[in-house]
Each structure stands twice: as C-alpha cells, then as structure tokens.
C-alpha cells in the first residue's frame, strides 16, 4: 500500500493511521453516542483501538476497506472510509464516525467533499453510495445536505449488538457531484492511490 496518500482540504488532512494515534481514536470510539449505529463499540479498552488500527492495511491490500483518520493538527477528529467495493459498476460505500464535539461544525462536509475529490476524480468511481440508520436522522440530514440521494430502504439491513437498524440507501452519481456543493471545496491528493482502489 502507498503509505504516503494525503487528501487536503482547506482545514482538514485525512491520512492513514498509526498506532501512535490509538489513544485519541480510543476516546472517541468510547463515545456511547457516537458508536450507536456503527457495527462494533463502545471501546472499552485501549487494545480494540489498537487493533483497529493494526488492521488497517491488510484491509487496503485485500480491497475490503480503505479508511482514513480524519484530522486537524495533531487532532484525531474520526475516521472515514471506503467498503464495499464493486469494480465492475465502479462503486463504493462511504462511512464515517466523528467525535462528538466536532459534530455540527462543518468538518463532515468537508471530509465528504476530500473522499469525493478522491473518489470522483482520483479512484475513477461514478457511484458513491452511502447507507444510514432510519432513526439516525443525524447521518440522513448531514447527507442530504452534501447532495446525497435516498433511494430506498433496507430491512433489518444492520446490526449494532442486539440491535438491528432499518436502513436508508443513498447516493451520490458522478455528474451530480460534478455540479454538486461537495465539488466546490478545494481539495488536494497527494501519494498514489493503492493500486486495487483505482477502478
Ligand atoms: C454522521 C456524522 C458523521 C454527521 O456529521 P455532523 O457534523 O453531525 O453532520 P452535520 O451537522 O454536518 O449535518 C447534520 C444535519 O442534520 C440535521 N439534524 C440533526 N439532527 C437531526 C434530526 N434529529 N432530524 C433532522 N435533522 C437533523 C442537522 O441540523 C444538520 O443540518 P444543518 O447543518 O442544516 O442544521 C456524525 O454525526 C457522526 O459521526 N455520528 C456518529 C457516527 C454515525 O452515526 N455515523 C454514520 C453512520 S451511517
């Protein structure tokens, strides 16, 4: 895997991960709130982080997950990342978890807009899908801003512990990002997207 990917925006820098950062993913992966929807958490120790961590790039390697820390500074904001790949119709799935304090601050939107640039124009991805919790009105609200489309509705599509959520399929297609609000955020990719992510 190319170690040396960055994505810039204007105030945010999403990179690949390191132990060193598994104290400050730790605590935001603790949040009980910020972990409802997701399919693992509350952390509980600093080890789940850690291997979390550890995991990552076998994950970039086999083409299953393409993730990144989310960061501002030496800030540990969250984490956000592709799944789901499909080459054949030039897909992907996004997912992001974000620590409280920053919700409702405009950093989503411009993360969004960093893993469009990379996935529109870097990865050569015409469908960005995205799938949200019917009762995450959050999630839903923070994707229809940044021109997503729901689709549908997924039936007992996820589970959190022993909690199955009904999800909202979404998107966002090539040409609507093209003239979307996400296209006009200035974004830089430096370092080589992994080769199998490039579609
Ligand atoms: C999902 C997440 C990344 C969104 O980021 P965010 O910064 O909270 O999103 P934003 O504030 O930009 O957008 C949310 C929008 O939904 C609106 N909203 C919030 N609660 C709402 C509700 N109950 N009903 C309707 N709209 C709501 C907000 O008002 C906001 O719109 P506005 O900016 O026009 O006021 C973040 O909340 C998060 O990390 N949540 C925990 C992890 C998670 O659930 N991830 C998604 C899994 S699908």
New binding site residues.
């Given amino acids: 895997m190319s170690e040396s990917l960055k994505i810039q925006g204007p105030n945010l820098v999403l990179r690949f991960a390191q132990l060193s950062d598994a104290p400050q993913l730790f605590e935001i992966g603790s949040d009980v709130e910020?972990t409802?929807?997701?399919s693992w958490g509350p952390y509980t120790e600093l080890s789940q982080a850690e291997s979390f961590i550890g995991g990552m790039p076998r994950q970039v390697e086999a083409g299953e997950e393409l993730g990144f820390l989310v960061t501002r500074g030496d800030e540990v904001l969250?984490v956000t990342a592709f799944t789901e790949p499909r080459p054949r119709d030039r897909s992907v799935v996004i997912?992001?978890?974000?620590t409280k304090p920053?919700?409702?601050?405009?950093?989503?939107?411009e993360l969004k807009a960093m893993m469009a640039a990379l996935a529109f124009r870097a990865m050569g991805i015409d469908r960005l899908s995205?799938?949200?919790?019917v009762t995450?009105?959050?999630?839903r609200?923070?994707l229809g801003?940044v021109g997503f489309t729901e689709e549908g509705t997924l039936r007992r599509f996820h589970r959190h512990g022993d909690d199955w959520y009904d999800c909202v399929v979404g998107s966002v297609l090539r040409d609507e990002y093209e003239v979307g609000p996400l296209a006009a955020v200035p974004v830089q990719i430096t370092g080589d997207v992994p080769a199998n992510w490039i579609f």
Avoid at 95 to 98: I, Y
């Fill in positions: 910020t409802r929807y997701l969250g997912g992001t978890w974000l920053e919700w409702g601050t405009g950093v989503n939107t995205v799938y949200a919790a995450n009105e959050r999630s609200g923070a801003k």
